[in-house]
């Protein structure tokens, strides 16, 4: 492992008084949800056993099916999982940072961000005088499953971050990745620093092309009639920092359409809260036509894309306005542009109210049934919510309730067409908010038999002290083979140098 200087989260890791929500950095913290990380023993709880939420199982109207809610680590998290996963390395030095995760055939691809030692001058002159800073950078950071069993890694280009924003991934109908992620565009932003425009890179043949500029600022080709409302006081289309939080999928004609949140300017806080809009790009020949879906109420964080069985994009944001909530934007219409345009081309549904923490986990089954899974920064827990026609959503109930539990929610169907999420246990307390390094692991909850069943995947220190090891950091869910693979970042403190250390694994279901 690498000496990471920029990492997000570990930076945050190191400082006891910053708290474990704050870790992704200004930009990802939930407001109003402050807790002190720190690296305290693990606390001596009984286990609770059961926790039960009443439902139904691929229903639109109820909730889903009792909750049954088995830890397996019984306290004793220095070790292994067991032969269930076997771990192996994705190399990228430093990566892992917002994994995404993609599946064609029996090839497995993860990209993500990694941090390096590297800065950027950036000089701005926002309605005063001038502003000179150092910008992080970050390698955009691509791994593939190999004949051997192993990973190999490459990195596609190096931006500059303020704060890191995501990656999108997909493959397309001929087994080819491509990768969307936030670049410096054309025209840099007048008054913020880092990268600031959607990008694409697309391989052919197992080789990565050029990365294409998606976005160009804030303009779009149209909006959604029914959003047309919300664009008071001049605030759409207007700006030159966008390509935030890009996720990525292929329609049934091999289109890329990518979703990205539009921060306008983004310099003042009213661009990143409550004016922030929604953007879905759709790729056709050399160029891209971008369609405003979601406008000026903050939306457009933590994206995620997914196709319906019709072929039809839906995609799940976070919206951090001045009442805050999930929400999904789907098409209803086939056909161009200005059909999507028109009144009743679009929905937009509410599924959540309310804070959550990084990372959402959507997805869409063969069946049409809608999953989603988010953490409720209220009750710091992990919480599961499905639809069969992504308009009318059960009720939102608990899947993991054995501590501080559920953070950043990867969620992917089985070859069953039953849900299945990954994610980080940050304790095992449910009243302490300090993330236990003791205590802390990757967990994957799957449901089967009408109930959901919690395992741990990896729970090990990865041959470091486990008083300084943060393990199971943003998992990307995924399913090859009816096999799960999920990706994940480990990071650890060393004290004595003052450096933090992060790495990109894998998990592979046995």
């Known amino acids: 492992m690498h000496a990471v200087v920029h990492s997000q989260r570990m930076r945050q890791v190191l400082a006891a008084s910053i708290g474990h929500r704050a870790w992704r950095g200004s930009e990802f913290a939930s407001p109003g949800a402050v807790g002190a990380l720190g690296t305290a023993a693990a606390s001596a709880l009984a286990l609770s056993g059961l926790a039960v939420a009443m439902g139904c199982m691929g229903c639109s109207s109820g909730p889903p099916p009792p909750a049954i809610v088995e830890p397996t680590d019984n306290g004793d998290a220095g070790a292994d999982a067991g032969p269930a996963f076997v771990i192996k390395s994705l190399g990228c030095d430093a990566g892992g940072t917002q994994s995404a995760i993609a599946v064609s055939g029996a090839k497995i691809g993860v990209a993500s961000l990694a941090s390096t030692s590297v800065t950027q001058t950036c000089t701005i002159s926002p309605l005063g005088p001038t502003l000179t800073s ?14 051997d069993g192993s990973y190999s890694s490459t990195i596609l280009t190096s931006q500059p971050y303020t704060s890191p924003t995501g990656v999108g991934l997909a493959f397309d109908s001929a087994g080819d990745p491509a990768i969307a992620f936030t670049g410096v565009g054309a025209t840099p932003a007048a008054e913020r620093c880092g990268a600031n425009d959607a990008f694409l890179v697309r391989a052919t043949g197992g080789t990565f092309g050029a990365p294409v500029q998606v976005s160009s600022g804030s303009p779009s ?6 959003q047309a409302g919300n664009c008071s006081q001049n605030v759409c289309s207007s700006g030159d920092v966008t390509g935030w939080w890009p996720a990525l999928a292929f329609d049934p004609s091999d289109n890329p359409l990518v979703a990205y949140r539009d921060v306008h300017f983004g310099f003042s806080s009213d661009d990143l809260t409550n004016k922030s809009d929604l953007e879905l790009a759709e790729g056709s020949g050399a160029g891209f036509s971008v369609l405003t879906i979601d406008v000026s109420r903050g939306g457009g964080w933590y994206n995620r894309v997914a196709m319906t069985p019709a072929g039809l994009p839906a995609v799940l944001h976070f919206s951090t306005g001045s009442m805050p909530g999930v929400y999904i934007n789907q098409a209803t219409t086939m056909g161009s542009l200005a059909d999507q345009e028109a009144d009743g ?13 990084p990372q959402l986990g959507f997805g869409i089954n063969a069946r049409g049934v809608f999953g989603a899974a988010y953490f409720d920064t209220g009750s710091n827990e992990l919480f599961y919510v499905e639809s069969s026609d992504g308009s009318k959503w059960s009720t939102p109930q608990p899947v993991d309730t054995y501590g501080l539990t559920g953070e950043d929610p990867s969620l992917a169907f089985d070859s069953s067409g039953e849900p299945a999420i990954a994610y980080y246990r940050c304790s ?18 799957r449901r089967t038999n009408g109930g959901w069943k919690v395992v741990a995947v990896d729970l090990s220190t990865h041959a470091y002290d486990p008083t300084s090891v943060y393990n199971g950091m943003y998992p990307a869910l995924a399913f090859a083979g009816g096999k799960a693979a999920i990706a994940f970042q480990v990071m650890s403190s060393d004290a004595v140098t003052a450096t933090n250390s992060a790495s990109w694994w894998v998990a592979e279901e046995q």
């Open 134 to 147: 150092q910008v992080p950078v970050w390698n955009i950071c691509y791994a593939e499953s190999q004949s």
């Open 221 to 226: 080709d149209g909006l959604v009639a029914a």
């Open 345 to 357: 081309g679009w929905s937009t549904e509410e599924i959540f109210s309310g804070q959550v923490g």
């Open 428 to 445: 095992g307390s449910h009243a302490n908010t300090q993330c236990d390094p003791t205590r802390d692991g990757l967990y994957l909850a």
